[in-house]
């Protein structure tokens, strides 16, 4: 039997593919190793950070705009809701990486966006615990999204398009023949006319001729409850994202009414990380974890840091430059890649899922990809 796409790793980006290529109609077979959807995969810990003003490039901004449409749609779709509009507040200096990358997209794809002293920022949210010097850029569009359901949705909704998905089934190799590709797996061989690569932190792995360095790194996730939950729920307290100003970034969300977020106060440090090997990283609680959860609640919102409830290991695949890669195989027209979302990505799948597929079968896509196209590695 032959498809005419392949589709490797059904993660965040591979469910996406999946569920846009099948309500096209195209035979695509998804290939993924572990259990579908995989509790290891990078969309774990149940609750995804989205944000349109920003900090990473402005450029990011008309794709954030697809993302959130097709989110509301995937949520239509299924009957659901996985795009949860909190509004979110980065903290640091006005010129500081987090705030002053918000302001320039904000301002320059004119976002609705509020800047707050840190006076006022302590009037609206005392939770919150800032230096004087610090401002606070407040976004009402941003939210989360609920990654874990989500996944099992566009899961679904594939199957339900006529995708077929394998779960328990590692690809191991693939070439060109003719004018396809043959995937190898540990089952066997298939066929198909064209592949896309999703395969999250194994994307060094399964594509080692790329060459583009991405580095895997381990992320600790923690819940605690706080001493006034009632502080702490989404009508009183939204995403948070903090630049501690030392080269660290923290941030944190409100507790889900239903603990869809996983129960209690979430929150975490999304820089720096140490750097693993994803086939032998620890996914158990190791010292310095905990601490690590704690320090960001400590210096920036310490009434949320009460009672540790619970810690998840998940993982980090970070390109040199912080941005994501997407494009075509430098060497194979029939296989297409998308790897190295590097902490950032997964707000993105619904629209990057859509991107795929039309470079899968069309060849191309009218989505704005080409600033993360692998050339610039190679001008570097
Ligand atoms: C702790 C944490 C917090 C984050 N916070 C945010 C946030 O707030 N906002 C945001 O937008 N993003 C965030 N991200 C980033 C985002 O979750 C990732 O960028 C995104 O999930 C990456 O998707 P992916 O499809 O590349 O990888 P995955 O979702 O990991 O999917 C890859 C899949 O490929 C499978 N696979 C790999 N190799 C093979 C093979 N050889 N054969 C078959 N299957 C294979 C894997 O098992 C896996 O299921 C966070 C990530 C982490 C870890």
Redesign the pocket.
Known sequence: MSYQVIV???????AATCWRLARKGINVLG????AL??P??????A????RLSYTEHPDYVPLLRGAYRLWDELGEEAGDQFLVRTGAVYLGRKEGYMVGGALRAAVEHRLEHELLTSQELGERWPQFQVDEADVGLFEKEAG?VL?ERA?GAMVQRALLAGAKLKGH????DWRTEGDGVVVK?DQGDVRADRVVF??????G??LEELKVPLKVTR?V?GWTWPQCPMDFTAEKFPVWVADAGDGAVH?GFPLTPDGSGGVGLKS?RHFPALEVNPDRVVREALEGDEDEVRNGLRRFVPSGDGPLLSLRI????NTPDGHFVVDHHPECSHAVI??G?????????PVMGEALADLAVEGKTDWPIDFLGLSRFADA
């Open positions: 490797v790793g059904v993660g965040s980006m591979g290939l993924e190793q572990g959807p995989n290891l995969a990078s969309f774990a810990g609750t995804r950070a989205i989360y990654s996944v089934v590692a690809v191991t797996t999703t395969a999250g932190a194994w994307s792995k399964v992320q996730l941030y975490a998940c993982l980090y695949t998308a790897c979302f590097s902490g950032h990505g997964f707000k993105f799948a």
